[in-house]
């Protein structure tokens, strides 16, 4: 019986550095670090099948998603 070979990625593109970047603000570092424990954090709880159903092309598509959302409610 062959292997499916599953390619999910569910941070891909997402910057979990704990460093701070060059062109980062403080504010921007320390949003960032909560971001990446609360999504470290659901990813530990609820699993890495369930994490895929929640976020089928991975958390950076959520992101954008609710940053235009954010946006336009502006």
């Known amino acids: 019986m062959a292997k499916e070979i599953d390619n999910y ?4 593109e997402v910057n979990l550095s704990n460093a701070r970047s060059e062109n980062e603000s403080y504010e921007d570092y320390k949003k960032r670090l909560k971001q990446n424990n609360d999504i470290l954090k659901l990813y530990k709880t609820v699993g890495r099948d369930n994490f895929k159903e929640m976020f089928p092309n991975g958390v950076q598509e959520a992101l954008k ?3 235009e959302e954010v946006g336009e409610a502006k």
């Open 65 to 67: 998603t609710s940053q």
């Open 9 to 12: 990625s569910a941070f891909n």
